[in-house]
């Protein structure tokens, strides 16, 4: 019953290996951004180049391998099922658009027609598929392509910058972006310190849920049994207690906060900006310059 944390999603765990460790958090989160914004308007290669590199990323990471494996499949299951949904899925077909003028009127006019074939590489070429009431062609594969990788790289990028990352390093760099807010008269360092208490929450959540699942797993509740009222009413009933736990905890969070003074620290209190130096700022060079070539690539091979 303790598969929540063999499976880490969203939490840091603590250790010594691996260099993503040693990477700055700043670009840590400029990274992710990259995973999660280059794919906007890119097309299937630039997605597929996008997975595997994140992969390698994670396998050359030197990261313990019970750390991200169950969660790396865990997130490819459910991305290619999701794209195999969106594949098999009917697709809106797109008129076929003509010339009003007759081709003979317009010499110099090169007229592209759109091809609908699901593969074409020179003169080999695969139409669509049938398969009973599926139809799979060029738009509903790109549309499976285009949803699975994009899964995989929203949730993936952003699970391995927390699993390598404590949450007051996350809360030093949010807090390091937006300094020029404070310019405004906006709250950061309260904002900042509410975000620091909810990602320290997190855990706190995932463990009532998975007591609540073994309460109901040592109880041996059959569902079939009970019906779909008594079903649809012992679910209202864990969310009930679920809420009721987890506020319990916020106060219980909260009387331990006013009793230490209710202090607000700075995020620098946390994590003090040091002098980087020998491998570590060599390390930190080598990842600004790959991503400022990633950026490159992406405008010249990413675009539809």
Not at 203 to 212: A, G, I, S, W
Not at 257 to 285: D, K
Request: charged share 15%; net charge positive.
């Amino acid at each position: 019953m303790d598969w929540l944390r063999k499976i880490p999603v969203g939490q840091y765990v603590a250790g010594n290996t691996g260099w993503l460790r040693n990477l700055d958090p700043r670009l840590k989160m400029a990274w992710v951004v990259m995973f999660l914004l280059t794919p906007v308007l890119a097309g299937p290669t630039w997605r597929v180049g996008l997975v595997g590199a994140l992969l390698l990323l994670t396998l050359f990471s030197w990261l313990p391998l019970r750390v991200w494996w169950r969660s790396c499949c865990l997130v490819l299951v459910l991305a290619l099922c999701v794209g195999v949904l969106a594949i098999l899925l009917p697709t809106g077909e797109t008129p076929a658009t003509f010339s009003v003028r007759p081709p003979q009127e317009l010499p110099n006019t090169l007229i592209l027609a759109p091809s609908w074939n699901l593969l074409e590489f020179g003169p080999f070429h695969v139409g669509s598929i049938v398969l009973g009431p599926f139809v799979i062609n060029r738009r509903s594969a790109e549309l499976g392509l285009n949803t699975s990788t994009l899964i995989f790289t929203v949730i993936h990028s952003v699970n391995l910058m927390l699993l390598t990352t404590p949450s007051e390093d996350l809360v030093w760099t949010l807090r390091w972006l937006m300094a020029p807010l404070s310019w405004l008269g906006l709250p950061v360092e309260r904002i900042s310190f509410q975000l620091l208490l909810s990602l320290r929450f997190l855990p706190l959540v995932q463990e009532e849920f998975q007591n609540l699942l073994r309460s109901l797993a040592s109880r041996a509740i059959n569902m079939r049994r009970l019906g779909l009222k008594a079903t649809l009413s012992l679910v209202i009933s864990v969310a009930e207690r679920l809420l009721a736990n987890i506020l319990l905890r916020a106060e219980q969070g909260a009387d331990a906060l006013l009793a230490r003074g209710g202090l607000l620290l700075p995020s620098e209190h946390f994590r003090p900006i040091t002098t980087l130096r020998g491998r570590v700022s060599v390390l930190n060079l080598g990842s600004s310059f790959l991503l400022l070539l990633v950026l490159g690539l992406r405008g010249k091979y990413g675009a539809l």
